[in-house]
């Protein structure tokens, strides 16, 4: 059953709903639908299923784009609704007749709405029994097929032949049935590995064609010593046991109590915080990066003239000139797939993900298939116009997240504010932790650093040698550890201290790590983190979609909570070393939802910076 059906413009105002169904709605699918598929460049899927407590719908929506309208159907998702998709076609074609920028409300469009789900409905029965029609025609052959396969072979189970002959009962025999082998294999070619060669001779005719079961008997009463028969001896003698190994003895003497020797250690083992601390300069955080416009003609004019080759080819340089100038009536879907076809293949070179690069050119399509192409403008620019306002509208953040602000709301409550560092192996988890914190330093943020990467060795010492040049406390437990109940001691310490921030560094995990993701999933569970930070690499292309994809998937089906905690941001490090190959920000973004808070473009402590929207935005689409 239809739930609802609505007709929104892209601003947002609603201008007619189905009153005949009237079904509140639980939940907000229309807003979600809006918010994480309209907003986020993600029309370009057929469907989005919105899951609450008590109900589970399935949206589907199209859009008349010259219009600006959006025509969205709600139902069950249990119910999967044939009609649904004519039934949007027919309501778009048959309101953009009747609609006026100037009106606001449609109330003579019920009675054509009524009659045009009646028609849909129609549709629906009569393909529903065109395949019960067809489906017969093959439950018929199949049992023709048995039939005859049963003549052909054995009838029932007596052992009968075809011709009417009886054989021997072979029920009594564990590796012959109805003329069948124990393996399968049919007129005994094979036996339990062993072949069998029942043609000796030739005396077998046509009459003899069927297995003989006394051979068989008289093989296995000779040991299988005649003909080419190998029968699987099991061996009487008992298994040689496997030597056990002996267990290694380890030197006694006593171990170290210090690993670390970059610096002197006092007599309690505690860091000596009496090192100067690290003067770096002013974090890169705090500067505004300013985008150099001097190239932008040169790569305009260099994508102009890539797309004019592509649309050359297709049309014809006279065509392109003339729809350039006088304007097309309405663009189709074939006008656009070569100008979007050169879009996807430069996003690729510049290391976006396949699928990503794919779903943003269907996006764009969807948003521009049916527009009317203006005066003096060719397809390809307005192709690359939508797109880059797709890239702006990705990589813009959904909501603010300004960590100074809510590190200060966090003291006037009197707590501190956690950032937990998650990741897979070797990202620079802990360097970025460290970069953070000195940037936290210079706006007069008290922090501690809690050392939860109990797992790796060294991980400990790596965090206290970058908290004693920053003269940072530290908490740490060691090894072997609980990192929830490691971090949630820090929390405490803390807050006993008056510590304005506490920077969780966790060990490095792969997404596909079971043990390692509950691990995470119960320490962030545990302790309700202000921020989750998902550190990834600038190198990697298709595996940002991978592990981020599954790091939030873990997290949520490995939380115990009804609402679980996913990744908030993204600490983007090592992009001092990709050129202009930037798109894993693009992947990253595009698949988590999530903002790219911070990047890491070197290695001292100041060496990191915002992500600027508008500069990686043009390095895509140069």
């Known amino acids: 059953m239809l739930e609802q059906l609505l007709i929104f413009t892209r601003g947002g105002l609603i201008l007619w709903t189905c009153k005949e169904l009237g079904n509140a709605l639980r939940g907000s699918p229309i807003d979600t639908l809006i918010r994480s598929f309209l907003l986020e460049e993600r029309s370009g899927a057929a469907s989005y299923n919105y899951d609450v407590p008590g109900a589970s719908y399935t949206l589907k929506w199209t859009f008349h784009n010259e219009l600006g309208l959006v025509f969205v159907a709600v139902y069950q998702k249990i119910l999967h609704l044939l009609y649904v998709d004519d039934l949007l076609a027919m309501v778009k074609r048959e309101f953009s007749v009747v609609y006026d920028p100037k009106r606001m409300t449609y109330d003579d469009f019920d009675e054509t709405f009524r009659q045009l789900r009646k028609e849909a409905d129609a549709r629906a029965e009569e393909m529903k029994k065109s ?11 199949g049992k023709k097929q048995g039939q005859q396969m049963q003549k052909l072979g054995f009838e029932g189970g007596n052992g009968k032949k075809s011709g009417g002959e009886s054989g021997k009962d072979c029920s009594d025999d564990n590796n012959v049935k109805m003329g069948v082998l124990g393996n399968g294999h049919i007129n005994g ?7 069998v060669n029942l043609k000796e001779n030739g005396n077998n005719t046509a009459d003899t064609d069927a297995f003989d079961v006394n051979k068989l008997h008289k093989l296995r ?9 190998v029968v699987n001896k099991v061996s009487k003698e008992e298994p040689k046991k496997k030597p056990t190994k002996k267990n290694r003895v380890w030197d006694d003497k006593p171990r170290e109590t210090k690993l670390d020797f970059t610096d002197p250690v006092s007599e309690n083992g505690d860091a000596d915080m009496a090192v100067a601390q690290v003067v770096e300069g002013e974090s890169m955080m705090d500067k505004d990066e300013i985008v150099s416009s001097d190239s932008e003609t040169e790569d305009e004019d260099d994508a102009e003239t890539d797309n004019k080759k592509v649309d050359s080819k297709k049309k014809g340089w006279f065509t392109s000139m003339f729809q350039s100038i006088a304007g097309k009536a309405n663009l189709e879907k074939a006008d656009l797939e070569p100008a979007l076809k050169a879009l996807k293949d430069r996003l690729m070179t510049k290391n976006v993900a396949e699928e990503i690069a794919e779903k943003l050119c269907e996006s764009v399509a969807v948003s521009l298939e049916g527009k009317k192409l203006a005066s003096f403008t060719r397809i390809s620019s ?11 509208r990705i990589l813009t953040p959904r909501r603010s997240i300004d960590i100074l602000r809510d590190v200060h709301v966090a003291k006037e409550q009197h707590k501190p504010y956690v950032v937990v560092f998650v990741g897979v192996n070797g990202v620079g988890k802990s360097t970025n932790l460290a970069k953070v914190a000195y940037w936290l330093q210079q706006h007069d ?3 501690m650093m809690a050392a939860c990467d109990t797992f790796r060795s060294g991980a400990v010492e790596q965090l206290r040698t970058h908290a004693r040049r920053l003269q940072i406390p530290i908490f740490e437990k060691g090894y072997e550890k609980d990192p929830a109940i490691v971090a949630k001691e820090a929390i405490q310490e803390a807050t006993r201290d008056g510590s304005d921030v506490v920077l969780v560094d966790t060990a490095g995990r792969m997404q596909d790590n079971e043990p390692l993701m509950r691990a ?5 569970y545990v302790n309700s983190p202000d921020l989750v930070l998902f550190v990834g690499e600038a190198l990697v292309g298709n595996d940002a979609v991978d592990q981020l994809s599954k790091f939030n998937q873990k997290l949520a089906d490995l939380s115990p909570s009804p609402s679980p905690r996913l990744i908030d941001g993204i600490l983007l490090t090592k992009f001092d070393t990709i050129d202009d190959k930037v798109g894993a920000a693009l992947s990253m973004v595009y698949i988590s939802g999530a903002p790219v808070m911070f990047i890491g473009c070197g290695q001292s402590y100041t060496d990191l910076k915002k992500l600027n929207v508008k500069s990686i935005v043009k390095t895509l689409i140069k």
């Open 445 to 447: 943020i008290k922090v």
């Open 221 to 229: 009463s000779k040991g299988g010593k005649k003909g080419n028969v």
């Open 131 to 141: 395949k019960q029609v067809m489906a017969k025609p093959v439950s018929n052959l």
């Open 382 to 392: 307005t192709v690359q116009a939508a797109m880059e306002d797709a890239l702006v």
């Open 189 to 195: 070619e094979v036996v339990n590995k062993g072949r």
């Open 520 to 524: 995470l999933s119960k320490l962030i």
